[in-house]
């Protein structure tokens, strides 16, 4: 009867001694696992805050976008009423170029034409003068 105690004995601490193994195992396993999820969860919520973080730089850039676009057709806008204005002026000053060609073609008739009447004038006194002369009258002038 001691013999079969002694081998229930030594099966049982043979049994004992894999199964400790094995929990030994199971508890280093079960440690890993739980480190590699306390590294996932720390993962986990530092995606997280990237993400909010984007979201909210993303939002950020839709706003300013969207202020862009807004400034830029003011501002298209604007230049189209400038471009106008500045060929309104373009044309202005053309009118104002033909305006002044025309006045400057007008003063040179007008000098022409005093330049004439001056000659005329003169021509008429120095003949005056020479009729005055016959008749014994002094020119005056």
Excluded: P, W
Aim: net charge positive; aromatic share 6%; proline share 0%.
């Amino acid at each position: 009867f001691r013999l079969k105690l002694d081998k229930i004995a030594s099966d049982f601490e043979a049994d004992y001694e894999t199964v400790r193994v094995r929990v030994d195992k199971l508890l280093a396993e079960k440690k890993g696992l739980q480190e590699k999820i306390a590294f996932l969860q720390a993962s986990k919520t530092s995606v997280e805050d990237n993400a909010d973080r984007i979201l909210e730089r993303d939002n950020a850039l839709a706003g300013q976008n969207d202020r862009l676009k807004s400034s830029f057709k003011k501002q298209t806008m604007r230049i189209a009423e400038l471009q106008d204005e500045v060929n309104q002026l373009v044309k202005r000053l053309e009118h104002l170029k033909e305006e002044n060609s025309r006045l400057s073609r007008e003063n040179c008739a007008l000098k022409d034409t005093f330049q004439a009447c001056e000659a005329r004038l003169d021509e008429s006194k120095e003949s005056n003068c020479k009729k005055g002369a016959m008749f014994g009258f002094r020119a005056k002038k």
